[in-house]
């Protein structure tokens, strides 16, 4: 009897383990739910400015995909989140840099979703940010839902808009090519 128990917390424990992966600190999550449908963890790393460590970005989605460009287009349910790591971090630095990730898109299609980033760009200086923080942005119905500790503070219309958001991370000018590099790829690779 206590073999059998001893092997079921055995297994009970190892199943714990392989639900996140610990990424500079954090524990990233293997799965999450979304809109009721179950999305994987494409990949993750760590944001770094200098020699800074700002974030951890995490992708998920119905199935991992190493393509950007299928990522960027395609309209189904998908996630990226961001944990605030560094204390350098303040909401006008998280503004900037969301700022300077739009600023990669195309003009034309910038123009197409000025007014929505306007207002999208509030959330950043509405909500104080600090380390610990996470922010989630969660693409369903052709929309996206910003959430920041698990509240919703925004949700922004358009696949143009998730578009130009993802391409942030995962675009031809991305902000961070390592970051990106890590999204699309095997987190557990060095």
């Given at each position: 009897m206590k073999r059998i128990l001893t092997v079921i917390i055995l297994i009970v424990l190892i199943s714990i383990t392989t639900l996140s992966?610990?990424?500079?600190g954090i524990d990233v999550k293997e799965n999450i739910i979304i809109a009721n449908n179950k999305l994987v963890l494409n990949g993750a790393g760590i944001r770094k400015k200098f020699?800074?460590?700002?974030?951890?970005?995490?992708?998920?989605?119905?199935?991992?995909?190493?393509?950007?460009?299928?990522?960027?287009?395609k309209d189904e349910n998908m996630v990226i989140e961001l944990n605030i790591t560094s204390q350098l971090i303040t909401s006008g630095k998280i503004r900037e840099a969301i700022e300077e990730g739009f600023a990669t898109v195309e003009t034309e299609k910038l123009k197409l979703i000025e007014d929505r980033?306007?207002?999208?760009?509030?959330?950043?200086?509405?909500?104080k940010v600090k380390k610990g923080d996470i922010f989630t942005f969660n693409y369903v119905d052709k929309k996206i839902e910003t959430y920041k500790n698990k509240k919703h503070v925004l949700t922004t219309?358009?696949?143009?808009?998730?578009?130009?958001?993802?391409?942030?991370?995962l675009g031809d000018r991305a902000i961070d090519k390592d970051l990106k590099i890590k999204m699309l790829g095997d987190i557990r690779k060095k």
């Open positions: 992966v610990n990424i500079a020699f800074f460590k700002l974030y951890v970005g995490s992708l998920y989605l119905f199935k991992k995909n190493t393509d950007p460009k299928s990522i960027i287009n980033l306007k207002k999208f760009v509030t959330v950043f200086e509405d909500e219309e358009g696949k143009d808009f998730k578009e130009a958001l993802f391409g942030i991370w």
